[in-house]
């Protein structure tokens, strides 16, 4: 198996994906999903399903529609009671909260992390009698 985790500045596991060995990662997956976990975590909304950066967001049901308004300028169009969609950042900016830069933020130092116990017969692996 290969697995790929995003861990948050929270020291706290955000996503984890696991893929056969045989089966490539999908790197275009990855990026969105980083997109959408930055997206999320700096502005009261939700994506979609098969979202794409740019694409609307959903704007979460915890926020009252006075709240809505204040925080995103262009407006937001609702659907539902319970299902408002507004314009993603790079359509239409979202007001920034106080502090924050209107951008991605850079994912920083990322390191591979090799398994503690290889797969048998993989690289890495010993034989029965321990030798390689």
């Known amino acids: 198996m290969r697995s790929v985790f995003i861990i948050g500045p929270d020291k706290k596991v955000k996503l984890t994906l696991t893929y056969p ?3 490539g990662r999908n790197v275009d997956e990855v990026l969105r999903v980083l997109d959408s976990l930055q997206l999320t ?3 009261k909304v939700a994506t979609p399903v098969n979202w794409k950066d740019g694409d609307d967001v959903i704007v979460v049901p915890a926020l009252s ?3 809505a308004t204040e925080r995103f300028p262009k407006g937001f169009k609702a659907l539902k009671p319970y299902l408002r969609v507004t ?3 790079t359509s239409s900016p979202f007001r920034p909260r106080a502090g924050t830069m209107h951008r991605i933020r850079p ?3 990322i390191r591979r992390v090799r398994a503690a116990h290889p797969l048998p017969g993989g690289p890495g692996s010993r034989g029965a009698d321990g030798g390689p």
Do not use: C, I, Q
Request: proline residues 7%.
């Open 21 to 23: 060995a045989s089966t």
């Open 41 to 43: 975590a700096d502005y």
């Open 65 to 67: 529609d006075e709240e």
């Open 87 to 89: 314009p993603s950042r």
């Open 107 to 109: 994912l920083g130092r």
